[in-house]
């Protein structure tokens, strides 16, 4: 289900940019946080890098975006996060969350 970015909540959206290090592939990582992100109405997209790492862009309620990079500090039950880089940027506006191929 898709939401204009005009559904995203009280308050000027935020964004996030974070890549998770560690054990983070393989580990149903891209499609725990999809779920989460679609749970907590935040839009972006998510994907696996070729260095082992997997980057992120959350986008949506302050609150949101913020559950969403804690997530990410533990990620799903067989992961292995050892670091997370957080980095603020400008809202873009996504329409939804994806799960990126590369």
Known sequence: MERASSDLGPGPPVRRRVVVHGRVQGVFFRQECRNRAESHHVNGWVRNRPDGTVEAVFEG?????????????????LAEVVRVEVTEEEPEGMPHFSVRHR
């Not at 309620?61 to 039950?77: F, I, L, Q, Y």
């Open 61 to 77: 309620p302050a609150a949101s975006v913020e559950a969403m990079v804690d997530w990410t500090r533990g990620g799903p039950p």
